[in-house]
């Protein structure tokens, strides 16, 4: 089976330290790259990568099998991102959110209302973004995810500001995306207990 997503010889200095030399993975359609390791070992810096947004010392990062750096824009608009920083508009409310966002991205063909009343976040639609805790925050960035129709999932540490129900809508969410045939790539230092394929990068 082609890969999706793969990573080859991939080498990366910051500073001093080398996070990680010689790395490799293959992604393919409903499977979970887990890149695991503690705080400061290289996931965030590895999942930049793949989203070019470091440069590599070696290695080249593919997507259906040519290397990004030839496609960037193909590959930015086939994921979306959840990373420790939302990325909202904070004068913003929820759906002026989410109305900028869907200018970004194909959308998928789901009724918003019903994504924010599953998040728990229906209540919030007319509030502006810098008036809602963390951890709501962190679920109008769900609602962003589920509103994008692409196949690829970058998650960073997903699970930051949310309450144990929060963690596992998170994981809910994740394996219907798989279910799909869509991929996942996320960085935790939890555990992780979702049913669908998973690859691990520790790091």
């Known amino acids: 089976m082609t890969s999706k997503l793969s990573g080859k010889g991939l080498t990366l200095i910051r500073g001093e ?11 393919n359609p409903g499977e979970l ?5 503690q705080n400061g070992s290289g996931k965030t810096s590895l999942m930049r990568a793949i989203a070019g947004m470091l440069s590599l010392e070696t290695g080249e ?5 040519m ?13 979306v991102w959840l990373a420790h920083r939302t990325g909202l508009k904070g004068d913003l409310n929820l759906v002026e959110n989410l ?4 200018a970004l991205r194909p959308q998928a ?21 810098r008036s ?31 309450d144990r129900e929060g963690r596992k809508l998170v994981m809910e969410l ?15 230092h939890q555990d992780v207990d979702i049913n669908a394929t998973i690859k691990r990068v520790a790091l």
């Open 61 to 65: 990062i593919y997507w259906n099998d």
């Open 67 to 79: 290397e990004v750096s030839r496609q960037r824009q193909e590959f930015h608009g086939a994921l």
């Open 109 to 129: 063909n789901v009724d918003l209302a019903a994504v924010c009343k599953r998040l728990g976040i229906a209540k919030l639609k007319r509030l502006p973004l």
């Open 174 to 188: 994740t394996e219907e995306h798989l279910a799909k045939g869509g991929m996942c790539v996320l960085a935790a």
């Open 17 to 27: 330290s080398c996070l990680f030399r010689g790395l490799g993975f293959a992604l």
């Open 132 to 162: 809602l805790s963390a951890g709501q925050q962190r679920r109008v960035a769900l609602a962003r995810m589920l509103m994008a129709d692409v196949p690829l999932w970058l998650m960073d540490e997903p699970f930051t500001n949310l």
């Open 33 to 37: 790259l887990l890149l695991e390791g």
């Open 99 to 102: 109305r900028f966002e869907a």
